[in-house]
C-alpha cells in the first residue's frame, strides 16, 4: 500500500533571496484527526540542491497530519552568490529554514525534523544550534560529509560533533542501513533507532515512522 501525494496546502510562504526563492507549506491536521500533538513536525528539504531530498515529503505529510500532526515543510533555495566553499553553504541553508521556520509561526516548541538524503547535512547542521525534540534522517543518507557530491558540497565539510541527546531515527532500506553501520556515528550509537524498510514510499516505512513517535509519547 502506497501512501497517497499531498493535495491541499493551507498555508504557504515565500521567500526571496537575491534572485532565489526558497518556499515553506503548512498542513494543519484536519478536524477528522483523532488528535492534535502540540510538537510540530518540521521536513527539510532542498530539490534543486538535491532533488531526492524532496521525494516523498508530500506523502508523508499527508499521512501524519492525518493523525493529528502540524507539518511544515520548507524547501530551500540554493545560495546567490557563486564560489562558495561548504561551511558558507551550510550557513546559507540554516539561515533560510531558520527564517521560513520564524514566518510560520507554528514552531512554538521545538520540531521533530525530518530530511531526507543530503538535506541530513542540512537537519544536522541546523540542530548543533537550534533545539529539536526529535530528528528522523531517511533515504539515502551520507554517512559521512565528504559523501556528499562535490557539485553539491564543493570542499571539505567538517564532520558533525553534536551529542545526539534527543531521539534520533535512522530510516532506510537494509542495504543503505548496512553502508551506513561501517562508518557513519549516528548508526553506530546505540542511543540511535535504526529503522529499516524496503521501500521508503510503504505504508511499512509510514508504521514504523508512526510507531516510532508514538513510542516517544508524541
Known amino acids: 500500500m502506497r501512501l497517497a501525494s499531498s493535495t491541499s496546502i493551507l498555508k504557504s510562504t515565500w521567500r526571496f533571496f537575491r ?71 551550510m550557513s546559507h541553508f540554516v539561515s533560510t529554514l531558520k527564517s521560513l521556520g520564524a514566518d510560520s509561526g507554528i514552531l512554538a516548541f521545538p520540531p521533530v525534523i525530518f530530511a531526507r538524503s543530503s538535506a541530513a547535512i ?49 530510516v532506510t532500506t537494509p542495504h543503505e542501513m548496512e553502508r551506513l553501520r561501517k562508518t557513519n556515528r549516528l548508526a553506530q550509537d546505540p542511543t540511535v533507532d535504526l529503522l529499516t524498510t524496503e521501500d521508503l514510499a510503504s505504508q511499512d516505512a509510514f508504521l514504523k515512522i508512526e510507531g516510532w513517535l508514538d513510542d516517544l509519547g508524541i
Open 19 to 89: 534572485g532565489r526563492w526558497s518556499s515553506s507549506w503548512i498542513r494543519n491536521p484536519p478536524l477528522s484527526a483523532p488528535r492534535q500533538v502540540p510538537t510540530p513536525l518540521l521536513f527539510v528539504s532542498a530539490k534543486v540542491w538535491d532533488a531526492d531530498s524532496y521525494n516523498g515529503v508530500s506523502a508523508l505529510i499527508t499521512a501524519l497530519s492525518a493523525k493529528g500532526f502540524a507539518c511544515l515543510h520548507c524547501d530551500l533555495s540554493t545560495a546567490p552568490q557563486l564560489h562558495l566553499n561548504s561551511t558558507e553553504i
Open 122 to 170: 542540512i537537519a544536522q547542521a541546523y540542530i548543533s544550534s537550534n533545539p529539536a525534540t526529535a530528528l528522523v534522517l531517511t533515504g539515502n543518507i551520507p554517512a559521512v560529509n565528504a559523501d556528499v557530491p562535490e557539485n553539491l558540497l564543493p570542499t571539505p565539510l567538517e564532520e558533525f560533533n553534536f551529542e545526539p541527546k534527543f531521539p534520533i531515527a535512522l
